[in-house]
């Protein structure tokens, strides 16, 4: 019977045994002939990633940007401008380029410059700078591919005297809060010529006046004719009472400043809970060992 049982756990082994071989050696056929495409990475870094720029006519505008190669591998970009802007060029040592060489782990400095001439009507401009590597062709035995990558910058041009102007369409939270976070929504309509930046805060207060949270609105760019949604969120511990947030938002450093205040109710359903729980064993307990005391 002994014998047996070893012979079946002899068998089983090497059939595992057996399997793993099998698996192995397909993983290897596999990993040595079968077609494959390796190519080096590239990557690629520009600051800054948004230029805004707000002028009169006429001016010339020279401003830079930082390109640089974070690879290993030399990289050649063409240079586009999307969509095409023709008073725009860049300019690499005074010299205007469509295209550049960046060897490894290298930067260039370059500028872009904008001809603003007198009769320019006011007017928006948006568009970006788009350094695109030319395609690598990278061969494997049996097929080949072509590598494409790169990096942008936005651009913002704002021509003209600028007038800010806006209409707040919504600030609100939630009326009835049992716990925190406290959502607010902010929606923001441009009704002005040109993009603008509001930038602005948040403070709210408690049921007794006491400022007890304050958010800072990050500045944000909202374009002409366009509507902004705007999402923030306060966290606070330990909520209860009526509370107020009051918001004042600037369209721009000149003004105008929109103003709004709202009220919500906080209440923690479940402390309450808790609270009234423990009271009435107390209570409980109280009389209870009241009526013992008594007899």
């Known amino acids: ?26 993983y290897l056929f596999i990993g040595l002939f079968s077609p494959s495409a390796k190519a080096d990475g590239f990557s690629l870094a ?31 970009l063409d240079i586009l ?38 009769n320019e009507t006011d007017s928006d401009h948006y568009f970006s700078i788009q350094f695109i590597s030319k395609p690598s062709i990278v061969k494997s035995n049996l097929n080949y591919s072509e590598i494409l990558g790169g990096v942008a910058t936005n651009v913002l041009l704002s021509i003209g005297k600028q007038n800010a102007k806006g209409v707040l369409q919504e600030f609100s939270a939630p009326l009835f809060l049992k716990k925190s976070p406290i959502p607010f929504t902010l929606k923001i309509k441009n009704t002005g010529n040109h993009f603008i930046t509001p930038q602005g805060v948040i403070v709210i207060k408690n049921m007794f006046g006491q400022i007890v949270g ?37 369209l721009s ?3 105008p400043i929109l103003t709004k205040s709202i009220s919500f109710f ?19 307990l109280y009389n209870r060992i009241k009526k013992r005391l008594r007899v």
């Open 1 to 26: 019977m002994a014998n047996t049982t070893n012979k079946q756990i002899k068998k089983r082994f090497s059939f595992i045994l057996h399997f793993a071989l099998i698996g192995l050696l397909g």
């Open 46 to 76: 520009i600051s800054p990633p948004l230029i805004q720029i707000q002028t009169l006519a006429p001016a010339q505008i020279k401003t830079p940007i930082i390109i640089q190669n974070l690879s290993d591998e030399s990289v050649e």
């Open 81 to 118: 401008f999307s969509p095409i802007f023709d008073k725009a060029q860049i300019l690499e040592e005074n010299n205007s380029i469509k295209s550049l060489t960046l060897p490894p782990k290298q930067e260039k400095k370059l500028f872009l410059k904008i001809d603003i001439s007198e």
């Open 214 to 250: 304050k958010i800072d609105l990050m500045p944000l760019n909202i374009l002409k004719d366009s509507t902004r949604l705007i999402k923030h969120i306060w966290n606070e511990p330990f909520l209860l009472g009526v509370y107020t947030a009051n918001l004042n938002i600037a």
């Open 253 to 255: 450093k000149e003004g």
């Open 266 to 284: 906080a209440i923690p359903t479940l402390a309450i809970i808790v609270v009234l729980t423990s009271l009435v064993i107390v209570v409980l």
